[in-house]
């Protein structure tokens, strides 16, 4: 029998998951407004805009390599340790290796802590997002979702407001590493005080009181194969990858690779292209064009959960799929920065392409039963990471092809976006299902 937590108890673990998620945000956020000029700096001489812009897609594929390792491994952590612990793992992990960033000398170097900075990154959604689904009743779950979903985006307009009053440029960007380490005493307050899921809890204790003394049973799967057997493994990912969870597991990872693909080889590219034309004359217009999408974000990414709830789970991904695409190949090839219709575009861009984000916070753990329900979010959310820094690298690759064509990358990142509108209708609609 499940205990349930408290209400002061719900409301910290939401407010540190939340917490968590902005500073995971700020991260994010943190290479598109900086990633200029922190090549201005560790190039020097060899600096063109065309090598820059193929660093940025360097260090959003290692950022997004980490992620999608961190969210399985640390994912698969949280349903064998539980979801508290493995939460404040992550956070103390993305800010410790951020901080770290203050040393680096060279883009080799800042490569390799992008990477192990998204193995905490990738690690904190899965785990956050499942434990607050878990503590909050069912009737609360849609607005909670679009709380958590709105997290990330938060944090990426509280960075870009911090870099619109201290512009950064080649002089001055370290001091942003800095600010992000200071998120490990969150972390470690999550370690030492935070309440476990209660539903992680009487899954842990059914699983050790029916476990038999010898070997778990030979060719177990599924729910009630795993509770009759009392197998121990939970959180394993070979058993999302197999009947009868395998079908989900692939209906969940490319629901969530569309949006992040089309984000990151994308849509995030109107920041360094706006760095581009605004340049030294307008350094912090960068940090407002982040500041608007982010804004905008915000508000879809808070807004996904209810659009879904009341739309229902596939009509909304088609609708948000489409309204996407139009958007996003609006902002690259219907306007341009410093245009006056630009920062409007943009806005409604980050409000409608953050709808996903709100949506699969609700949908991913609706997908699979307890004793996985953390590994498969996270197997659902970072395998997409995979084909993300996949695409970002492809991206990279055709910018340069281009001719250091901002527009064009953009658009051709953007079409991506399309295939949600195919691809959702041949996901189960689990509207009305309790966790």
Known sequence: MTTSLSHQARLA??????????FAGVQLGLMPVASLSVS?????????????????????????????????????????????????????WYSVFTGLGTLVRTQEQMLVLRFLVGLGVGGMWPNGVVLVSECWQNASRPLVAGIMGAGINLGILLLSQLSRLW?????????MFELGALSAVLGILVLWFLPESPKWLATRASRRKTSPPGPPVPGA????????????????????????LLRRTLIGILLASIPLIGAWAGSKWMVPWADQVAGAAHPGYKAIVQGWWALGATLGSFAGAQVAHWLGRRCSYFLISLGTTALTLAMFQLTAPLQASFLPVVFAQGLVATLFFGWLPLYL??????????????????????????????SGALFS???GSYPLVGAFGALIYAVGMIAIWGAPDTGG???
């Open 167 to 175: 512009p950064i440029t080649s002089d001055s960007w370290r001091w």
């Open 13 to 22: 673990v939401l407010l540190a998951a939340f917490a968590g998620l902005v």
């Open 365 to 394: 753990p609706e997908l699979f039963p307890t004793r996985v329900r953390a590994t498969g979010a996270g197997v659902a959310m970072n395998f997409g990471r995979f084909g993300t820094a996949a695409g970002v690298l492809i």
């Open 433 to 435: 299902q309790d966790l």
């Open 221 to 244: 799967s599924g729910e009630s194969a795993d509770s009759a057997a009392g197998n121990p493994r939970a959180g394993s990912v070979g058993e999302l990858f197999r009947p009868p």
């Open 40 to 92: 201005r700096s560790l190039l020097g001489s060899e600096f063109s805009n065309t090598l820059a812009g193929d660093w940025f897609g360097r260090f959003t594929a290692s950022l997004m390599l980490g992620a999608a390792v961190g969210g399985i491994a640390l994912g698969s952590l949280g349903d064998r340790i539980g979801r508290t612990r493995a939460m404040g793992i992550s956070i103390v």
């Open 401 to 403: 092809l281009l001719g």
